[in-house]
């Protein structure tokens, strides 16, 4: 047989073209109140921020949660467009979506945004608003940054939660193959509106379960925010409005900060601290069949990883029990039985979170962790037994 030959290697340096280019993305968080006012110039503005002249299409979705808790709002969204109609119009009726997970489960959703985005021509520079907690704005989100490759998309958490975190940030995705997140994208928005009435008629329980993103964001990053979660608890624990307005509000800055200044804003390294205490979180949610929301699992999961904290020799003891309080202080159970439950291979079910995580990231497992209560400090290796170890430690306080 002949041998196979080879051009010599300088035959084949036919030559590399580098591309490279940097893209800037601005967009502005406004806090608010009254945002469909006629008198609130603050939608408004945001459409014409680049054209001031021009009358702006929008297609309007709101999550049937805020509408049950507010029935007049489609007549305020409409009478609103009606007072500006020089610079906005709506293409369509407000349209009605499913709030809460179940728009990030059922692809249909995705769908029918899809459908609802080309029926009314709604082009690259027209507009998608959605108005809902984070799972509507993560599902609106992604349907709006596929439909043209990207229309324009304006974010109105109405959560705790969609406020302080998700909704400020770059991100969407809906789940598949059981899998939190599976598919979406990197998509800043083209602007964030924060109006705090949204929250009034949200439940009890979704306002507590907002909390745990504040105080994630806290034990990472800022230590003086911490202390003040610690001494306005019981006011934030009774939703007082003045000190819920502030946690919202330095919640979602330090969230932006670390996004812009993080060094990785659309996560291509494999660190990731804004997900501190979220792979057990994670798995929680899926365990428990997303009967804990997000927020609580997520308390679970800072707790479940401040201990852990401390028994790998990080945080001093005592640490672990000043977090812990606080969250249950805000209303937190800190306890599942799903955190023991072990799977089919007899193993503890919720250790598979940590292999879900590393898949979710790329790369080398990280996971943060706390050095002191304010400083996150990345890890990449998790020992299973002291995971258990913090897991029994918050069964055991239960009885407390
Ligand atoms: N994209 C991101 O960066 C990011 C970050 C964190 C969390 N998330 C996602 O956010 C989702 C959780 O969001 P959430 O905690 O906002 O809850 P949610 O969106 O699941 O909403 C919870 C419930 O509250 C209702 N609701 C919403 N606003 C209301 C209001 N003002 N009044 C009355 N009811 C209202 C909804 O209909 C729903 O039933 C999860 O899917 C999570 O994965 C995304
Ligand atoms: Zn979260």
């Known amino acids: 047989m002949q041998p196979v030959s080879f051009p010599e290697a300088t035959d084949r340096a036919l030559g590399t073209v580098t591309q490279r280019f940097v893209v800037a993305y601005d967009y502005a968080v406004t806090f608010t109140r009254a945002l469909f006012d006629p008198t609130n110039p603050t939608l408004v503005d945001a459409l014409a921020r680049r054209e001031p002249l021009k009358c702006h299409r929008c297609l309007v979705f709101v999550d049937d949660g805020v509408l049950a808790g507010r029935p007049d709002l489609r007549a305020e969204i409409e009478l609103y467009a009606g007072t500006h109609a020089d610079r906005m119009q709506l293409v369509a009726p407000v349209t009605t979506v499913p709030?809460?997970?179940v728009i990030k489960t059922e692809l249909t959703h995705i769908e029918r945004i899809h459908e609802a985005i080309w029926r009314h021509h709604v082009d690259r520079h027209a507009y998608v608003i959605a108005i809902g907690g984070g799972a509507v704005l993560d599902a609106v989100g992604l349907a709006a940054a596929t439909a043209h490759r990207g229309v324009?998309?304006?974010?109105?958490?109405?959560?705790?939660?969609?406020?302080?975190?998700?909704?400020?940030?770059?991100?969407?995705?809906?789940n598949v193959y059981g899998l939190k997140n599976f598919a979406g994208t990197f998509a800043p928005p083209w602007a964030v509106l924060n109006d705090l009435d949204f929250l009034e008629t949200l439940p009890a329980r979704e306002r507590v379960a907002g909390l745990a993103e504040a105080v994630k964001v806290a034990l990472i990053r800022d230590g003086d925010f911490f202390g003040w979660l610690q001494a306005n608890a019981d006011a934030l624990a009774t939703f007082e409005r003045e000190a819920t307005a502030y946690m919202v509000r330095r919640s979602a800055e330090l969230h932006l900060h670390q996004i812009a200044h993080g060094g990785d804003p659309f996560e291509t390294g494999s660190a990731r601290p804004l997900d501190f205490g979220h792979w057990s979180?994670?798995?929680?949610?899926?365990?428990?069949?997303?009967?804990?929301?997000?927020?609580?699992?997520?308390?679970?999961g800072i707790a479940l990883d401040t201990r852990y904290s401390v028994l790998h020799g990080l945080l001093p003891e005592g640490a672990d029990e000043a977090v812990a309080a606080l969250l249950e202080h805000l209303g937190?159970?800190?306890?599942?039985?799903?955190?023991?439950?072990?799977?089919?291979?007899?193993?503890?079910?919720?250790?598979?979170?940590?292999?879900?995580?590393?898949?979710?990231l790329g790369g080398e497992l990280t996971v943060t962790l706390l050095e002191a209560l304010g400083r996150g400090v990345e890890v990449h290796h998790i020992d299973p037994d002291l995971v258990m170890a913090a897991a029994r430690w918050l069964k055991a306080r239960q009885g407390d």
């Open 99 to 101: 709030g809460g997970e």
């Open 152 to 174: 324009r998309h304006v974010r109105v958490p109405t959560t705790v939660l969609a406020q302080n975190d998700s909704g400020v940030g770059v991100k969407n995705a809906v």
């Open 332 to 360: 937190f159970a800190l306890w599942h039985p799903a955190l023991l439950r072990l799977d089919a291979e007899g193993e503890p079910a919720i250790l598979l979170g940590l292999r879900d995580f590393q898949e979710h």
């Open 281 to 300: 979180a994670h798995k929680l949610e899926g365990l428990t069949k997303h009967r804990l929301r997000h927020g609580e699992a997520v308390a679970i």
